[in-house]
């Protein structure tokens, strides 16, 4: 498969991925309102003109051109006008954009189906609808990063064997040539070869390159058995590491130097053999820590969003290098996924195992960085409405306690105003980051 396929390919599973979870998030609010009862004529992921559409029921399922979201239309969503506190008016009379938005809302509850509006719903039964969607997408990303990290693996130098020295080099430089005065590595001379897959160093298990390592350190320059797989048929050979001096390195592989500019060296084992690029399963008690940092670090991104929309905004206009753990749009995204399935495609450099666990990861840290926003408590994301269901159970809690009559639903409507800025302000927030991916790309 050619580079340029393998990036459309990348392009194309991040959208239907990115469709799957919009529809999977907004089954998270159907499932539960049909399941109370309430009145659901609605299900579409997208926006814009219908571009397929089947009936089932009183529901219409269907999906529409652009792909930036979807929703599920509940109806009674906003409560009728409460005649103790009507509705602004505009000059001539007629009702202003929350009346309209309520009639809306209500313009589908047949004579007699008044019972199956949302707004009558009980304080936990509207909670269960509106964090079902959010829910839904903190599962779905825990899922995928699960089966990313504890499935496929996490990218890391493996136990099977990239190359194979002939001898023993004079020189501290790994890619030195052998010469006729240099002995046969250890390694040759056990009969070790490419593509073996080391199980066990000296009866001590492996599973990782660091585990080969720390194996042969253990072991010194004694002679060991060693048991590796070879066309699947497993064969035991011995191990005399020889001691050598290396040059030591640090964690991002940079020769250490001394104060005096000199490459550090160390005398330690040596066989004489390198690893293969792969992956290698995680442990399972290592994906909450996983998920809770994808998720703290979403949410700092979200606290910080002035800032870091700022920073893009000044990369975009060459003022500053862009930020690469900054915020990104919907084409740096696509970017990232095109990267992710085409790097090394066709020439077997990046194993496909660490293609697979990179497109898992993107689209389980999109899932729950869709969770984490969902949080914000502001119209028209989930926890505006989250929020106004906690308020409308603080409220009549607090009239239950003083003797007080039910004060009924809380009036989201009157947030419609500002819920509209803040829709604009995605809006805004989404082209804006767009053209910083453009023309200032990660």
Known sequence: MSQTIAYILGI???????????????????IPAKCFGVKVPEYFIGFGPRLWSVKR?????????????????LVGMLPPENPQRPDRRRKDGSVGMVGEA???????????????????????????????GILTNLVLGVVLLTVAMAGVGVPAYTSTLATVAPCVSS?????????????VSPATEAGLAAGDRIISWNSTPV????????????????TVPVVVERDGQERTVSVTAVEVERTVYDAQGVPVTDESGEVVTQVR???????????????????PAFVGQAVSQTLGAIATLPVGLYRAVAAGLGLQERDATGVVGLVGVGRMAGEVSSAGAGTGAIPFSIRLYSMLSLLGSLNLALFAFNLVPLLPLDGGHVAGALWEGARRRWARARGRPDPGPVDTARMLPVGQVVFYLLIAMALVLVWVDVVAPV
């Open 12 to 30: 194309l599973i991040l959208v239907a991925g990115i469709g799957v979870s919009v529809a999977l998030h907004e089954l998270g609010h159907m």
């Open 57 to 73: 029921g009183e529901t219409e399922y269907g999906i529409k051109a652009i792909w930036l979201g979807g929703y599920v239309k």
């Open 102 to 132: 309520r009639a809306e809302a209500l313009e589908e509850i047949a004579p007699g189906q008044e019972h199956r509006a949302f707004y009558r719903l009980s304080v936990p039964k509207k909670l269960v609808v509106m964090a079902g």
């Open 171 to 183: 020189s501290i430089d790994a890619g030195a040539a052998c010469t006729q005065a240099d002995p």
């Open 207 to 222: 599973s990782s390159w660091v585990d080969v390592q720390t194996a042969i350190a253990d072991a010194g320059t004694g």
């Open 269 to 287: 084992p040596y066989v004489g053999v390198s690893p293969t690029l792969g992956t290698v399963r995680a442990p399972l008690s290592s994906v």
